[in-house]
């Protein structure tokens, strides 16, 4: 019996080459844009290094536009005319270009060279950020679940939340985190480092640009991501001692003694929603958790007589739970330990002051008595 031997076909196809002018011009087009287009705009770089940053973004949309335009314009236009038409055989073979030395070439070389250059510039970047001047302000910035902390050389206390610094000053940042992998990331520097348990990480940046700017973790860390945020003043040189100054003495004053069940019940409540709603319910029982146990009836929950340390609620031990923490069983109900119970963070990890702890005590006390 004869062998069938399919027709095969010769060429790049009709209209290829008018096909390829049509796709350069397309890519050029989006090109322009992508030069010309004023991301800066949209997202403000704030200091160095965001404009090197910026830069190395164009390129890479300009490559990665041109690969996009190409391949998908040629995939279009093969499919189109190398499709089976109606009579062919199904084996039916299309253009050959198996062993073509000069087109594997290139299109080994081309990819490699861009892949070269491309390393080249990002290498480039990240060596000049880490050789960049420091000195100026040297801090730590730490992520907890759900809020960062913010170390400075010369307050004895951590700040929470609100980060500031002096503008036209080299920074230096060390990252860290305490508990899981979080993400410090600021935007309008175009600088972003992972945040991780028992590695630090050093960031050097030099803002140009008084204002208020967003810190983001844009690393899943728990059920509370999303509103891990949080601020970013850039000072004129005058008002950031200045606010060096208002927070050491600020720390000064909450290190006096405050009795705890005399604080402010409203105050309290305030301070619940800010700094606690993320794990506790205000208004649940022990058992209807978030991730820490219900505290709205803390005083009279007769399932749970006794706070996790095992002592009978009132002020002080609730105060002193906010002041140390808690990682171990639960201690709440009578007979042997409950089971282990995530970490309830200290004072400074929540960022509590005497005043704000003998608040919240006093809330927690009023609200589930009611």
């Excluded at 299309?94 to 070439?105: A, K, S, V």
């Excluded at 861009?114 to 960049?132: E, H, N, P, T």
């Excluded at 480092?193 to 690393?219: A, H, S």
């Excluded at 200045?242 to 019940?265: C, E, L, R, Y």
Aim: proline share 5%; with cysteine; aromatic share 10%.
């Amino acid at each position: 019996m004869a062998q069938y031997s399919a027709p095969r076909r010769s060429g790049l196809g009709p209209g290829f080459w008018p096909v390829t002018i049509a796709l350069t011009v397309v890519n050029l087009i989006v090109t322009y844009v992508i030069i010309v287009f004023p991301f800066d705009s949209f997202v403000k770089v704030m200091g160095e290094p965001g404009g090197d940053v910026d830069l190395l973004f164009r390129f890479m949309s300009v490559i990665g536009n041109a690969i996009f335009v190409y391949v998908a314009g040629y995939l279009v236009y093969f499919s189109i005319v190398w499709r089976r038409r109606a009579g062919e055989s199904s084996d039916t073979i299309g253009i050959q270009i198996h062993d073509n030395h000069t087109l594997e070439f290139w299109w080994t070389a081309i990819p490699a060279i861009i892949v070269v250059i491309l390393a080249i510039f990002s290498i480039k970047i990240w060596v000049d950020l880490q050789r960049s001047e420091g000195g100026g302000v040297t801090m730590e910035a730490i992520g907890h679940q759900y809020n960062y902390e913010f170390r400075y050389a010369n307050l004895k206390q951590s700040v929470y939340n609100d980060m500031h610094l002096p503008v036209n000053t080299p920074i230096t940042v060390d990252v860290t985190a305490a508990d899981v992998i979080h993400s410090f990331w600021l935007p309008e520097m175009r600088l972003k480092g992972d945040m991780v348990p028992g590695l630090i990480q050093t960031l050097r940046f030099t803002p140009k640009t008084v204002g208020k700017y967003r810190i983001i973790c844009t690393e899943f860390c728990g059920t509370n991501h999303a509103n891990m945020a949080a601020n970013l003043y850039v000072d004129s040189r005058p008002d950031f001692d200045k606010w060096i100054a208002g927070q050491a003495k600020a720390q000064a004053g909450s290190a006096q003694p405050v009795a705890f069940d005399k604080g402010d019940a409203a105050a309290g409540a305030s301070l619940f929603t800010q700094k606690c709603a993320s794990c506790h319910n205000a208004n649940g029982t022990w058992n209807q958790k978030i991730v820490g146990p219900g505290l709205g009836h803390i005083m009279s929950d007769s399932a749970h007589p006794n706070l996790v340390t095992g002592e009978k609620p009132n002020a002080k031990d609730i105060a002193y739970i906010l002041e140390h923490g808690y990682d171990g069983p639960d201690k709440s109900m009578s007979g042997a330990p409950g089971p282990t119970l995530g970490i309830m963070p200290n004072r400074e990890a929540n960022g509590l002051t005497n005043k704000m702890i003998a608040d919240l005590s006093t809330y927690l006390v009023a609200h589930s008595s009611k």
